[in-house]
């Protein structure tokens, strides 16, 4: 069974199926709300989404199965397996977690990346700044006039080049 992540519709995972089908029986679904399915519910929870697979499971009258989730599908497939209400051999999470809140991580490391994201803007806006002054600052002739501007807003140098 492969379960989806995010608004899969049925769009991705050609390769997969088309890799597992030659060994295996797969089977795949539109979660509540996403491609064909509709939603019927105000809001949608991991255990709701893990309670409708563990019902497709009890239609088709598996008597086991191996499950491979990708991000929302990991988790869902994590849910199933705590839940033990299908009987699963096999369960392959990527990019999934219990707790899909800050609590997953180590708070040094949010603070990391959020240092890092600011860093890494920095160099963006210096470069982006750099590349307006150099890139204004080209002429035709040597004797055009030419204007320099910075963050393409202002004018800070209105002169001729010599």
Do not use: C
């Not at 709701?48 to 697979?53: P, R, Y």
Request: no cysteine.
């Amino acid at each position: 069974m492969l379960v989806k992540w995010g608004n899969w519709g049925g769009r991705v995972g050609g390769n997969q199926i088309d890799y597992f089908k030659t060994k295996h029986r797969v089977i795949i679904a539109d979660n509540r709300g996403q491609g064909k399915s509709e939603l019927k519910t105000d809001s949608l929870t991991y255990d709701q989404i893990a309670k409708d697979w563990d019902g497709l499971v009890n239609y088709l009258k598996l008597d086991s199965l191996s499950i491979i989730g990708w991000s929302d599908g990991g988790i869902v497939a994590l849910k199933m397996g705590i839940s033990n209400k299908s009987k699963i051999k096999k369960i392959v999470a990527m990019g999934a977690n219990l707790r899909p809140d800050s609590t997953a991580v180590h708070s040094w490391a949010i603070k990391n990346v959020v240092h890092e994201i600011k860093m890494i803007d920095l160099k963006i806006k210096e470069k982006l700044q750099n590349w307006n002054l150099q890139n204004n600052s080209w002429t035709i002739e040597g004797n055009q006039p030419i204007k320099i501007y910075q963050n393409n807003s202002r004018s800070i140098n209105n002169g001729w080049r010599r």
